[in-house]
């Protein structure tokens, strides 16, 4: 019964400056075999990882990636607060909106509604006219 480890095969390994290394061929990298082609369809991805496996496929690197992670939140985020501020200045112009008009015609005088009357018909007669 052998309780040894076993033995190593090392091989010589030529570096790129002209030295040589003994290195084991299981823990060494693989060979460089040129650029990967990855054959997907982009509507197989999630939508959220569709700007990441492009700029994978394409060979475009970790930059990309990192921004598409980083800055793809982000613009959802701000497109959102834009839109909320909207929606909030539209219901602060309705309110508004229906104060003055709830002001006016309580404070308005018969004379006040005749003139809007007449107004009224003045602008459809003009607009027979055309």
């Given at each position: 019964?052998?309780?040894?480890p076993?033995?190593?095969?090392?091989?010589?390994?030529?570096?790129?400056?002209?030295t040589?290394?003994?290195?084991?061929?299981?823990?060494l990298?693989?060979?460089?075999?040129?650029?990967?082609?990855v054959?997907?369809?982009?509507?197989?991805?999630p939508?959220?990882?569709?700007?990441?496996?492009i700029?994978l496929?394409?060979?475009?690197?970790?930059?990309?990636?990192?921004?598409?992670?980083?800055?793809g939140?982000l613009l959802?985020?701000?497109l959102?607060?834009i839109?909320?501020?909207?929606?909030?200045?539209?219901?602060?112009?309705?309110?508004?909106?229906?104060?003055?008009?709830?002001v006016?015609?309580?404070?308005?005088?018969?004379?006040?509604?005749?003139?809007?009357?007449?107004?009224?018909?003045?602008?459809?007669a003009?607009?027979?006219?055309?």
């Amino acid at each position: 019964m052998n309780h040894l480890p076993e033995p190593m095969h090392a091989s010589v390994v030529r570096l790129p400056d002209g030295t040589h290394v003994y290195a084991d061929p299981n823990t060494l990298p693989a060979a460089y075999a040129g650029p990967q082609v990855v054959h997907q369809h982009i509507h197989q991805a999630p939508p959220d990882r569709t700007v990441q496996r492009i700029a994978l496929g394409s060979g475009v690197g970790a930059g990309a990636v990192a921004a598409g992670v980083y800055f793809g939140p982000l613009l959802i985020a701000a497109l959102t607060a834009i839109a909320a501020n909207f929606a909030f200045l539209a219901f602060l112009a309705l309110v508004l909106g229906w104060g003055v008009h709830t002001v006016v015609k309580s404070i308005g005088s018969p004379s006040g509604t005749q003139a809007v009357k007449n107004v009224s018909k003045a602008a459809k007669a003009s607009r027979r006219r055309r």
